[in-house]
């Protein structure tokens, strides 16, 4: 499985980015596919995820703010980011676990991208 991420970049507090992860390879399955994020000195934490059944996960931080969607072919997830704040900044990667499960990553990942929110 091959990920690849794209999307990011700088933004003022109170604005919006979205992230796109796509996938490739062996994706056929039940499967989810998360974003994580990694903030300066924090660790990894997952942000949100969708399964192939469109049920979805967020961190409290991000509810209301955040939503995670997957195209009809299940290979692409976007991470639509609004009302963004400072400690949304981070390093943010996504993910591919095999089966439905949103408690615990896989072993695939995509190359980070940067998110940095000015106050």
């Known amino acids: 499985v091959q990920l690849q991420a794209s999307g990011g970049g700088l933004v003022q507090a109170g604005g919006s980015l979205r992230l796109s992860c796509a996938a490739s390879?062996?994706?056929?399955?039940?499967?989810?596919i998360g974003w994580y994020r990694q903030g300066p000195g924090k660790q990894r934490e997952l942000v949100a995820a969708i399964n192939t059944y469109r049920g979805t996960k967020y961190a409290d931080s991000v509810k209301g703010r955040f939503t995670i969607s997957r195209d009809s072919a299940g290979n692409t997830v976007d991470l639509q980011m609004d009302s963004l704040k400072p400690e949304d900044t981070g390093v943010y990667y996504c993910?591919?676990?095999?089966?439905?499960?949103?408690?615990?990553?896989?072993?695939?990942w995509g190359q980070g991208t940067q998110v940095t929110v000015s106050s």
């Open positions: 390879g062996t994706t056929f399955g039940i499967n989810a």
């Open positions: 993910n591919y676990n095999s089966g439905p499960s949103m408690s615990g990553y896989g072993p695939y």
